[in-house]
């Protein structure tokens, strides 16, 4: 079985942005269904009234799973990978990865945006614009 990967930013009641996948089998392609999946993540951990939708979670890729998210794919019918929680604003020693997470967490326009190959010249120069 492969898995699909969905990349996923929700801002939270504080302002900060949680940075999660939910991975699920490949073969469900609901997104409906899958935003559920999210859904219930963050009621899990007391973030139940954030929305969920195309705008904070898309497809990303196929992958070959874990022993761990088969387990929960097993039990649950999906697999959360936690990554980071961006913060409310940028310190101004961020780094070029932290600038680039901050702009895809609280700028839905950069949201799915690949920064491969951009300099953190330009970087900085995104974060002044927006």
């Known amino acids: 079985m492969q898995v699909a990967v969905w990349d996923t930013y929700v801002k939270t009641r504080s302002g900060s942005v949680l940075h999660f996948d939910i991975i699920v089998p490949d073969t469900l392609k609901d997104a409906g269904h899958i935003y559920g999946f999210g859904k219930q993540y963050l009621q899990s951990i007391g973030e139940g009234k954030s929305e969920l939708s195309m705008e904070q979670c898309r497809f990303c890729h196929i992958e070959s799973p874990t022993a761990e ?17 961006i913060p409310a604003s ?40 927006s």
């Open 69 to 85: 998210m088969l387990s929960a794919i097993g039990d649950k019918g999906y697999y959360i990978l936690a990554m980071e929680t």
């Open 90 to 129: 940028l310190n101004s020693d961020a780094s070029r990865r932290d600038k680039i997470l901050y702009l895809k967490g609280h700028y839905a326009q950069y949201r799915f945006a690949d920064f491969r190959g951009i300099a953190e010249t330009e970087v900085d120069h995104i974060l002044l614009q």
